[in-house]
């Protein structure tokens, strides 16, 4: 049975290298040992680690029972009702070893290699940022490593990283101190994966744009980078069924050729046909580069094929609140809308 005394965790350094206890009368001399490494590289003799299975009732020593060594700091002492005594892990179930061998620490000082974060707050903070990246700050996850590939393919990309940077060997040490079961995959791989997570982020974003309940404005940039190659940034705008605007970054295409008016307005209607939502444009706003004049007519034109805008001569254009007046008598939604379209 337990024993009903508490026993105090804490132990003090001891200036004295030797100190001795006595468990069933008998006279057990342990030494002073203050460094964990020198510890484990000194100590020959290794105890039999046990299941923690075991059906032994177990009742801890008594509080006299004092120990130097670092390891106590981590581990409780008991004995069995058989009188046997053990080392049992404080923080996990597994680390429970047999201590009537000679009571040598070796493998518990090499058990404690286990839970780094308990004795070195360096890595400690290293471990906590890696298991919330993980996790991605949610503790129900469930560590796979499709999982872990996934979340490293966003990370690659988010965080701006090479490939290769799951082949540097502090990398490994870290995420193996993490979760010692992570497979690391090589850089090749890792490439594989950003691809697909582009993939999936293209397939999902067309299908928000091709069901968003309105119209979709976009802006166009293009510039150069310092090793002068040109890009097209599209981004477009709209308003979701939420009414919360919504921003998304549409393609970021690398502009090959002249960059006349006529290539730009090619290279965008190719961007809103490969997404299907070509017909949906309400407005585009670019800024005053003299090639935009030109990319604006070659683009009426696709307008005028595909007739996606419509113009309305001068005069016929009715102000806001007539066209609302006129909504007035629609349906219940149109009238829960248009307070808000006055209210702006």
Not at 25 to 31: D, P, S
């Amino acid at each position: 049975m337990m024993s009903g005394e508490k026993r105090n965790n804490e132990f003090g350094e001891s200036s004295n290298p030797k100190r001795y206890h006595y468990e069933n009368e008998e006279e057990e001399e342990l030494q002073d040992i203050p460094d964990l490494d020198t510890e484990i590289q000194n100590d020959n003799q290794l105890e039999n680690k046990v299941d923690d299975t075991s059906n032994s009732v177990l009742s801890t020593l008594d509080e006299t029972n004092k120990k130097t060594s670092i390891v106590w700091n981590h581990f409780d002492k008991f004995k069995d009702d058989k009188g046997v005594i053990w080392a049992k892990c404080r923080y996990c179930g597994g680390g429970k070893y047999n201590m009537n061998n000679g009571g040598s620490t070796g493998n518990l000082k090499r058990h404690l290699k286990l839970h780094p974060d308990k004795f070195d707050p360096s890595m400690a903070k290293q471990a906590e940022f890696m298991k919330n990246f993980l996790q991605e700050g949610n503790p129900q996850m469930t560590f796979t490593n499709k999982n872990f590939r996934d979340k490293l393919a966003l990370w690659v990309v988010a965080d701006d990283q090479p490939f290769t940077v799951v082949e540097s060997d502090e990398f490994h040490d870290l995420i193996k101190l993490c979760n010692p079961m992570a497979l690391i995959p090589l850089a090749d791989t890792v490439r594989n994966d950003v691809l697909d997570t582009f993939k999936n982020y293209q397939t999902t974003m067309q299908n928000l744009l091709q069901n968003s309940p309105g119209k979709i404005s976009f802006a166009l940039d293009r510039w150069t980078s310092p090793n002068v190659i040109s890009f097209l940034g599209i981004t477009c705008h709209y308003i979701d069924a939420d009414w919360d605007l919504k921003d998304i970054l549409v393609d970021f295409v690398d502009l090959s050729g002249p960059h006349s008016g006529e290539n730009l307005a090619n290279v965008f209607t190719k961007c809103l046909q490969d997404k299907k939502i070509l017909t949906k444009i309400l407005a585009i706003t670019t800024d005053n580069a003299a090639n935009n004049d030109t990319f604006f007519k070659e683009f009426e034109k696709v307008c005028n094929e595909n007739q996606i805008l419509k113009h309305i001569k001068a005069g016929e254009a009715q102000d806001e609140d007539s066209i609302l007046e006129n909504l007035s008598s629609g349906t219940i939604s149109t009238n829960k809308v248009i307070p808000r379209v006055r209210s702006k």
